[in-house]
């Protein structure tokens, strides 16, 4: 690859004048600028950014980590996708650009994010898969980084976050579940210790209370948060002496595999079993029957997390003055017929299915 002094060469004028040249100073001449733009376009130069970011002190890079699994890839939906997306419309407006750094499951993430650091590969942070004590959150704060996280944290008291509402999830599938009856209602866990399946818990016990409905651990199904982990959370429902008549999924692609096993068991989603999901990820609208979940904007999302994260650089914050602040992001209720077994009936209410044919009508 052509280099500076290679192009200065080529044109036979001094590597001071083709740098100020490519950068665009006004002390170049327009027929100057012209013939040193042409031939680093013909020549193939590209300037050395890493060389400029070390003398500007400043990458024009945002990092966005994010765990990386076998387990984590083969559940993948379009989550990261659609916030990404919003991000990106964030940072073009500033010339930034966005890198993903993910963080194998066998490594320490401390340690991943200790390493990123010291390579001062970006000029800001996004962290996600937010611990209840997160190492994290004190390291870039030592080391002065911008960052915001996507999730809150014990740790993250003084710093910048944004996290769905999972307290709000929990108290309306609540609410919804008891309106049609149950009162043995169980609920999917994150078996890590990501902050999240702590802060549903939390709000799922506070609905129950509120309700004078006691707190059954046994209820609590502690299980990755995947399409198998919905396969075991099913095969473990099966298995109480008491079955729960609701179940509420704290990880949308585990539908897949709770339907999947009830379904081994004859048991059927929305006639034996009411099940709420969490997210409306795509590959779970073809469940049948279709599943009651909640629906939030993965764009919009994106677009406020880079607000927030730019509203806290010194360099951006100007151009977000009421930004910078920790949001609890909400969900809207999307009503499928998953839900729909009520406890004090005991049948199916779906609508009777009617077929027409040869001038006859089944129902089914």
Known sequence: MTGIRELAEQL??????????????????????????????????????????????????????????????????????????GLQSVFARHKLDLIMLPCPSDEDPHEYLKRMVARRIVDAMIISETQRIDRRIDLLAR?????????????????????????????????????????????????????????????????LERHDIPFDPALVIRVKSSEQGGYQAAHELLLLEERPTAVILIYELMAIGLYRRLMESGVMPGRDLAVIGFRDAPRARFLQPSLSCFRMSLYDLGVELGRTLLANMPAYQDFYPGDGR??????????????????????????????SFDNRTVEF
């Open 326 to 355: 920790n949001i609890i992001w909400p969900l809207e209720l999307i009503v499928g017929e998953s839900d729909l077994f009520d406890p004090r009936i005991g049948e199916k209410q779906f609508e009777p299915q009617r077929l």
């Open 12 to 85: 036979d004028i001094s590597i001071g004048t083709v740098s100020r040249a490519l950068n665009g100073k006004s002390d170049v001449n327009e027929e100057t600028r012209r013939r040193v733009l042409a031939a680093a376009e013909e020549l193939g130069y590209v300037a050395n950014q890493s060389g400029r970011s070390l003398r500007q002190g400043e990458t024009k890079v945002i990092g966005l980590m994010i765990e990386s699994s076998t387990e984590a890839v083969e559940n993948a939906d379009n989550f990261f996708l659609g916030v990404t997306s």
């Open 143 to 207: 080391a002065k980084i911008p960052f915001v996280a996507l999730g809150r944290s014990l740790s993250a008291s003084h710093s910048a976050w944004i996290d769905l509402d999972f307290e709000g999830v929990a108290n309306r599938a609540i609410e919804r579940l008891i309106a049609r009856g149950h009162r043995r209602i169980a609920i999917t866990a994150p078996s890590s210790e990501v902050n999240l399946g702590y802060v549903f818990l939390d709000g799922y016990r506070r609905a």
